[in-house]
């Protein structure tokens, strides 16, 4: 059987502390934009996740 | 059973060019060549077989065996559900899934084939059987039964095709903007794609397409959820699609505009050609289990106006 989250936030990548409170979901912190690029793709190709943009300095990865 | 071998054997060649005639092996690769096309071509001739011997049982008054024929429909329908099953165990191997509507289709379009089958090796029997009785010689007879039976399978090969996209709708070609990180096709939103690297390779190498339905009747069908996947999966294969399994953001999407019930679809194809991609999803069949008609009733008709 197919065990595996679905449909489910698997982590969030910010680079505005403030805008994150998550006690739940893994959350990382990059220092610009260009490093949140490179986190979200390459925790995008472990989790075999989509990147989705808030545009409020987050990305949210998401199984579909 | 063996002065009946006159009926008994025009009826189960006529059987077996009907199901011939239904096998065939073309882009889908479904029945997969050569297994597959094997054990069906098998099947058709056990189908044929039992069409045929039912006119001479009854004759004979060996009643029993027309009781085969129930038989034979419990078979078929286990076929059915085999060709569910393969379908469904290998959906996951997939890049773009055909959805549970399109294999449902499939399966009951290998069903329905058998019955065909069997009917054509029916009518073929009973043709012959008549013009015997009616002191016909048994050359006439057999030539007349198999130009009935051939006639009987061209008219169920017409009668069970079936309807393409193109003959409910209207496909054009279609632009791709980004409003944020939101892909929008003709102003519906598709999908929320993060990473910018994406995004510039669907700028470059992305098309798009509208689907505009012709009436209240296309509109319901190409809303059903099972035939956009079929869309989108009939798409991926006949154009190529650029993606693997660790890209969701390249998997093609098909959204409905919810004000007028248009369908929009954005793909990376592998081969860049709007007009192909025009051409493969207008020649896409449209399910039988997506099919709605709500224009057959006074209250769909009245909606509409």
Known sequence: MDVGFKENILAIITIDKNKVSSGTVPTFYAKDEEERERIALLLSKITMGMVHDLENGSYVIVRH | MFNYVYIIVPSIIVGVLSRISMLRSDYRQYPSYPQGVFSHL???IISASLGSVAIPAIAEKEFAAVTFLALAAQQF???RSLERQSLDNIEPTELVARGTAYIEDIAKAFEARNYMTMLSALITSIIIFIFVKLNI?????VVVGFLVGLGAVIFFNRYITREKVADIAEVRAANITFDGPLLT???V??????????QEIYQ???????IIPKDANAVATLANLGQRQAIQHNAAILLGIRKDVDEPDFTPIARRNPHNGNVVMAILPMELNEKRLIEAVSSTVVLESAKRKPLSTNVGKKAAD
């Open chain 2, 42 to 44: 098998t099947l058709g």
């Open chain 2, 77 to 79: 329908r286990d076929v």
């Open chain 2, 137 to 141: 010689r048994i050359e006439i007879a």
């Open chain 2, 185 to 187: 096709v003709n102003g």
């Open chain 2, 189 to 198: 939103f598709i999908m929320n794609i993060g990473l910018k690297a994406s």
């Open chain 2, 204 to 210: 470059e190498r992305g098309i798009a397409v509208e």
